[in-house]
């Protein structure tokens, strides 16, 4: 019987790097610590709350 070869699949990180995709962001936050990372999440949910309360008052 003869073997078919299998097509290779590339890593997210090998197609990210051939589209031109800059990983240094992602790297950077995989080296925080996860309370680093939740202080950050935080941050980020405080801003976006803010923002809708504030959608709500000028939109009624």
Same mark, same amino acid.
């Given at each position: 019987?003869?073997?078919?070869?299998?097509?290779?699949?590339?890593?997210?990180?090998?197609?990210?790097?051939?589209?031109?995709?800059?990983?240094?962001?992602?790297?950077?936050?995989? &080296?925080?610590?996860?309370?680093? &990372?939740?202080?950050?999440?935080? &941050?980020?949910?405080?801003?976006?709350?803010?923002?809708?309360?504030?959608?709500?008052?000028?939109?009624?």
């Amino acid at each position: 019987m003869k073997r078919i070869p299998r097509q290779t699949v590339k890593s997210a990180w090998e197609q990210a790097r051939e589209y031109g995709i800059d990983m240094s962001l992602l790297v950077a936050n995989l &080296r925080k610590t996860p309370a680093e &990372r939740l202080q950050q999440h935080s &941050r980020a949910l405080e801003t976006v709350l803010l923002l809708r309360e504030g959608m709500k008052k000028y939109h009624g």
